[in-house]
């Protein structure tokens, strides 16, 4: 029996993809750091009549429904007639609040035009057309494709480089799955009155982050990327109906890394996706390890 296997990594966005149209058309620019480290990996097998999905996720029906959706789409995509079972598996814990949808949207597209390419003896596909299928999927699926760091501009993905080593690392505040899923939040947002901005907000601070990278300005870059998270999550406040994901343990770890930086003068860039996790992108340098020693009280992934 055939079988096919191919993984992609996760992503986190610095300027963050809230708002879609149809087909998770982002109604704004976006820019992601690709986490290599945590990756999903997509297993496929001819079946005969269905196809299926053996998860190892935790996903709920709801979840499950739609990566088997994906996968019809991406088969009627390539005009594709027969069935598969899929088995999925994140090299993450499962709780470990890491979004697992752009990574295994990615990984799905890119085994099953994979596969089907293979079967039909047809040219496989660029990675910008696998993130254009997958965008389908999840919409930062599509950035997932690309690395070290990714732009999503008018639902297209391209990679970019800075001059910079990254490590990136995750403090678990909450593994939680989420109350409000990211599909829930691109609509709910629209209802805020700090929406009417957004998409020029999130250009400006854009290009400002793209400038400030790729001038080796990190603490502008830093300083971009907290007024961009706290937008995000001031959406999600000012919704309605209102939701939020910043409790008293994530405000606690921000103020303890808002005084690092006053203290150095340098330190990581600090974002959070939509969850209560707090994302650190550092640069590869002695700073990171002084400030392990000093937080060991968190816990890092
Ligand atoms: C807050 O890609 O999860 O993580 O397109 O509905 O699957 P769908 O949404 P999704 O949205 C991601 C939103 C975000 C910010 C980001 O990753 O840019």
Same mark, same amino acid.
């Given at each position: 029996?055939?079988?096919?296997?191919?993984?992609?990594?996760? =992503?986190? $966005?610095?300027?963050?993809?809230?708002?879609?149209?149809?087909? =998770?058309?982002?109604?704004?620019?976006?820019?992601?750091?690709?986490?290599?480290? #945590?990756?999903?990996?997509? !297993?496929?097998?001819?079946?005969? !009549?269905?196809d299926y999905l053996e998860d190892d996720l935790g996903l709920t029906?709801?979840?499950?429904?739609? #990566?088997?959706? @994906?996968?019809?789409?991406?088969?009627?995509?390539?005009?594709?007639?027969?069935?598969?079972?899929?088995?999925?598996?994140?090299?993450? %814990?499962?709780? *470990?609040?890491? $979004?697992?949808? $752009?990574?295994?949207?990615?990984?799905?597209?890119?085994?099953a035009c994979k596969a089907i390419a293979d079967i039909e003896s047809?040219?496989?596909?660029?990675?910008?057309?696998?993130?254009?299928?997958?965008?389908?999927?999840?919409?930062?699926?599509?950035?997932? +494709?690309?690395?070290?760091?990714?732009?999503?501009?008018?639902?297209?993905?391209?990679?970019?480089?800075? %001059?910079?080593?990254?490590? @990136?690392?995750?403090?678990?505040?909450?593994?939680?799955?989420?109350?409000?899923?990211?599909?829930?939040?691109?609509?709910?947002?629209?209802?805020?009155?700090?929406?009417? =901005?957004?998409?020029?907000?999130?250009?400006?601070?854009?290009?400002?982050?793209?400038?400030? +990278?790729?001038?080796? =300005?990190?603490?502008?870059?830093?300083?971009?990327?907290?007024?961009?998270?706290?937008?995000?999550?001031?959406? #999600?406040?000012?919704?309605? %109906? @209102?939701f939020g994901y910043i409790g008293g343990n994530t405000m606690h770890?921000?103020?303890?890394?808002?005084?690092?930086?006053?203290?150095?003068?340098?330190?990581?860039?600090?974002?959070?996706? *939509?969850? %209560?996790?707090?994302?650190?992108?550092?640069?590869?340098?002695?700073?990171?390890?002084? #400030?392990?020693?000093?937080?060991?009280?968190?816990?890092?992934?």
């Amino acid at each position: 029996m055939a079988c096919w296997v191919d993984s992609a990594p996760a =992503n986190i $966005a610095l300027i963050k993809y809230m708002g879609k149209e149809e087909g =998770n058309m982002p109604v704004n620019i976006s820019l992601s750091y690709t986490i290599e480290r #945590f990756s999903t990996t997509v !297993e496929l097998d001819d079946a005969a !009549e269905y196809d299926y999905l053996e998860d190892d996720l935790g996903l709920t029906r709801e979840q499950r429904d739609r #990566f088997l959706v @994906h996968l019809r789409y991406i088969k009627s995509r390539m005009d594709f007639g027969g069935y598969f079972r899929v088995r999925s598996s994140n090299n993450f %814990p499962h709780g *470990a609040g890491i $979004a697992s949808s $752009a990574s295994s949207f990615a990984a799905l597209t890119k085994v099953a035009c994979k596969a089907i390419a293979d079967i039909e003896s047809r040219p496989m596909l660029s990675s910008r057309e696998l993130s254009e299928i997958a965008r389908h999927g999840s919409g930062s699926a599509a950035r997932s +494709l690309f690395g070290p760091w990714c732009i999503f501009d008018r639902g297209e993905a391209r990679s970019v480089e800075f %001059p910079y080593t990254i490590i @990136h690392e995750l403090i678990l505040i909450d593994g939680a799955r989420k109350k409000i899923s990211s599909s829930e939040a691109h609509k709910l947002v629209r209802s805020s009155l700090l929406f009417s =901005n957004r998409v020029e907000r999130a250009h400006v601070r854009c290009q400002r982050l793209i400038d400030s +990278l790729t001038s080796q =300005n990190w603490h502008d870059a830093y300083q971009i990327c907290w007024g961009e998270f706290w937008d995000m999550h001031a959406l #999600f406040e000012t919704s309605t %109906p @209102h939701f939020g994901y910043i409790g008293g343990n994530t405000m606690h770890v921000l103020r303890r890394l808002e005084e690092f930086w006053l203290q150095h003068k340098d330190g990581p860039i600090v974002t959070l996706d *939509a969850g %209560p996790n707090i994302h650190l992108l550092w640069r590869d340098d002695d700073l990171r390890k002084l #400030f392990r020693a000093s937080a060991s009280d968190l816990t890092f992934i």
